[in-house]
């Protein structure tokens, strides 16, 4: 039921989309100001978020209506935003673009950079770092492939296991260097590593399932916002089609949400479980790339 009502929900954002554009991508503006406003309309998963409306407030004021759509469906967001009836999106880290654009044989753009929201290891049995985890203690780690590859990457960068090669953003339980390691890893569904904190030392849950099962984010252990480099294919972006990725309008929005005013309310809500991240368009491209080529390699 809970699948069927989202594909609905992202069947309506996108019939809606269809209807206000006759099916035919408008041109992309590219100068706005208050006397000449223009509407730029932006995918996003999370309207309901206060920061958005503190956003569409300052945008307004320098000229820029953004309409924001909201999807229930991940999948939905970069196909619209490919066929022209959105301008950006906003919802997405450089791994799931990459993933997305190797798929689709696509090539959407990120143009600017938002924040890492961290994945961080808990632990229920009183160890106050990884230091104090034991030696042969066991980690239960999300098995599915993105957020697997990130856990052991928070798990090498927080000393407890060591990858082959030093491991990349598609790694798996298979490059562990057991000899170099000193605890065993339990991969298990996403949902169930929260549940594991009852029975093994320690788990890495991601930000959501951590919510649903009461753990406070501030109580992490250790999380990859601590080692940002490592964390940077999950680097969250703002998205264009290629073509308009030098639009000033958009670097405009940039701008804006970087603002005190916005990023600071977005930070506060995540009570420090967000780090904002201010990468260059060509920084972000390079990173894109060099992620699209390991997926390629990798298929």
């Known amino acids: 039921m809970k699948r069927r009502l989202t594909a609905v929900l992202a069947a309506l954002a996108v019939g809606a989309l269809a209807a206000c554009s006759g099916g035919e991508p408008a041109a992309a503006p590219t100068t706005a100001d208050p006397d000449n406003p223009v509407t730029v309309r932006v995918g996003v998963t999370d309207k309901s978020k206060a920061y958005w409306t503190t956003f569409t407030d300052l945008a307004a004021e320098e000229g820029i209506d953004v309409e924001l759509v909201n999807f229930t469906d991940y999948q939905q967001p970069n196909t619209v935003l490919s066929e022209g009836q959105l301008e950006l999106n906003q919802f997405q880290h450089l791994l799931f673009l990459a993933n997305y654009n190797v798929s689709a044989d696509d090539d959407l753009a990120p143009i600017g950079a938002t924040v890492i929201y ?34 052991l990457l928070v798990l090498q960068s927080a000393g407890l296991i060591s990858l082959k090669d030093g491991g990349n953003a598609l790694s798996t339980p298979a ?55 490592t964390a940077r294919p999950y680097v969250n972006i ?58 390629r390699a990798a298929g």
């Open 118 to 151: 961290q994945l961080g290891l808990y632990t229920t049995k009183g160890y106050a770092s990884p230091d104090e985890i034991p030696d042969g203690g066991e980690i239960a780690i999300p098995n599915d492939p993105t957020n697997q590859a990130r856990a």
């Open 175 to 229: 490059e562990i260097d057991q000899a170099a390691s000193r605890v065993k890893v339990v991969p298990v569904d996403a949902n169930q590593t929260a549940i594991q904190l009852q029975d093994l030392d320690a788990a890495v849950v991601n930000n959501n399932f951590a919510a649903d099962a009461g753990i406070d984010p501030t109580t992490a252990i250790y999380s990859d916002l601590e080692d940002t480099d």
């Open 238 to 295: 703002w998205v264009a089609r290629a073509e308009d990725a030098d639009n000033p309008v958009y670097a405009e929005l940039i701008e804006i949400y970087h603002r005190d005013e916005v990023i600071g309310q977005l930070l506060d809500e995540n009570q420090g479980t967000a780090v904002e991240q201010d990468l260059s368009p060509e920084e972000l491209q390079t990173s894109l790339t060099e992620l699209e080529d390991q997926v």
